[in-house]
DNA sequence: GTGAAAGCGCTAACAT
DNA sequence: ATGTTAGCGCTTTCAC
């Protein structure tokens, strides 16, 4: 006893345009082909004659066929369906990522998922498990600091789930994209030291980030090259957030000795460090300079512009997918990219003040 | 013959863990009832006695089965797919609105698929109705200009899908989540006014936007009400854009008899004003407040802090997604909410400069 | 309140 | 180079 109607056989209005979707059987059979036909044109493999592969795609194009994802997945094994986790530290770094990633995926055929986690939470690890669990997404791509939570990153090996990574410390990733930081903010260094300042205070990142450890050296580089002695009472443990920048800046600035420039590991850091210089009655860049890294939408939004690191987080968040999709859909072997830093130079800086 | 292995036969490792995701046919088989009945426990559906009910959670809970989402898509003809349509006016409102959204998809076990549209592309409404065709969301989550885009509506009303809306023009919208953006705008004016100021600017939203017709009208409303006569001079057309933002101040701020405060249909245009007023000279709030609306996150993180309209942007995504949801589930009738706003008071307005 | 069986639309394995 | 068939894991329909 048949239960539901074929439309290869009965055709009737199931869909608000009146025609129920075109399936790959319809496909196949206006082709006089087999539906094996029809699925080996849609899925790229070989063994199709031209003259037939260009005949189905004419076919389904005029039958406006459209694969079914939800049949495909089950059939194959596979969700077509990439997991993007993050931290939310800053929603303009994420905006980027997701952006970036989302354009991959979209040349690929493939789905975005979206996971905001709190890898502080207890039960971020098996939150992640649940999802890989339901959802079978074919690779997940990490953003700091979860690229490097020791944890997780052991599930997910368990899990045999492929993960792609944005600046992640070495060995935590073979997958995804990074960035020199330590080279960055050392030439950021440079730069400011060439302006004659020799009092240079830093805000550091979180601890759990690798951008952190990566940003200081590159501090310390900068310092060492320009003879500079490395004054710890100038370095203030910060944790990305616009308020932790506030805080570092309130006691840099509340020194006997402050410092003529800031350098802030993030940009959100580093507008707090403008808007406590402001409320002390400070010139910017004329009493303090402030830097940056990252170079995200807020930096130019600001009163001055804010010299920084441009990171470009767009597409790292490309990259990552892409070499993730290499993988999945073996097309080729992934990496993790080195992609390029730049000074942006904006009215944040200035030279220094003279004593 | 057979072609695949039942695991319900044979165990195989066939996972990185060693052990196979258990189906529901597994948690059956382990409760002593049909697949039915599984079935009819996790999509809590009715007729099952709770002594059943309770038995299944528990095997199912100890086999730590997770219902496969592909299957159950194919099977019941959904996706579990709620789309969120986007043109990327200010990435800070877009990640509140996709965090809201995402937290009500995700408490209905529904998946969450992205799409930023640039809605002055031609093709947009083809390329939303082959993504409906492709994964065949069960609703979709629009927001502004796109929710008052009649080629789109028409298509969508046309493909039979269901869309909730943030602040749609009425009768564009059965379904989603608003505000009254004219009571704000004119509550905002009232509370300007009374602090002395005579001469406001306003700098209005995109055409595309209702929220610009309603932010005006809501200027104009509390001029009105403190007998102010409306100077079309004071009011330029801006775009939603920071940019747009240092454009409209240049040319207020350049009159003759310039005004003392200036009111920005959003954040990102009212730190353009501030940009421009601090790259003048002038002090904020002495010499000139200004007022935005939204209160996005960059309205914190500039200086000084921007007094502007609270709307809850990221509640307004999940109340939206819930409408849409409630529809999709048929548990209930959906509706557009309204939602309450909030003045909030910050450094960038004081009393007007006396003359 | 519960179950049996058909079938959703596709791909995998095996044939030809 | 192309076709045949079983089956992916669930929900639906209908029977009890």
Redesign the pocket.
Known sequence: ??????PAVVVAPASADGVR?A???DVAAAA?????????V??RE????E???SRVEQIARQLN????TS??S????RSYLVALLYDNPSSNYVMEVIDGVLDACRNAHYNLMLRPIDYTGAGHVEAVAELVAQYRPDGLVLTPPLTDDRALLERLQRLGVRHASLSARPGNAQLGASLNERRAAAEMLEHVVALGHRRIGHITGHRDHGARAWRLAGYRDGLRRAGIEFDPALVIEGEHTFHSGVEGARRLLGLADPPTALFAANDDMAAGVIYEACERGLRIPDDLSVLGFDDTPLSQQIWPGLTTVRQPSRDMGRIAAEQLLLEIRGTGTGQVVQVPYQLQLRRSLGPARQP
């Open positions: 006893m048949t239960h539901r109607l074929k979707a399936r790959m059987e006089g082909v087999s539906m094996k036909t029809v699925s080996r849609f899925n070989p063994n199709v004659r003259a037939t592969r066929y459209q694969p079914n049949a495909r089950l059939a194959a094994n």
